[in-house]
């Protein structure tokens, strides 16, 4: 059975910190990433690491946001860094299946959600 367990969202004034983790079970994933979405908006990928080790971002959070995993690579972590507004949202924990293309990640392309946890940065 597949689960996927969010953790560390929250509120924080613009320019602080937070560290999202989601603990996945069920299967070994290939990829592992994040997506988020704000009010009103799509869902947008956020970052990407594979078991490869290759990782990306979004232009968006590039240079603040820093995606990781534990050594079993089942745990995927989102350190993000001088939040703003505007990344206000609820982020959605993604992994999927080996075969999946993930660099970038396309809604289509992720074979399990975790139910989202909110994220409001304040200015």
């Known amino acids: 059975q597949v689960q996927l367990v969010e953790s560390g969202g929250g509120s924080v004034q613009a320019g602080g910190s937070l560290r999202l983790s989601c603990a996945a079970s069920g299967y070994t994933y290939y990829c592992m990433g994040w997506f988020r979405q704000a009010p009103g908006k799509e869902r947008d990928w956020v970052a990407t690491?594979?078991?490869?080790?290759?990782?990306n971002y979004a232009t968006s959070v590039k240079g603040r946001f820093t995606i990781s995993q534990d050594d079993a690579k089942n745990t995927v972590y989102l350190q993000m860094n001088s939040l703003k507004p505007e990344d206000t949202a609820k982020y959605y924990c993604a992994v999927g299946l080996l075969g999946r293309r993930c660099q970038p990640w396309v809604m289509a392309g992720v074979d399990y959600w975790g139910k989202g946890i909110l994220v409001t940065i304040s200015s």
């Open positions: 690491i594979d078991s490869d080790g290759t990782i």
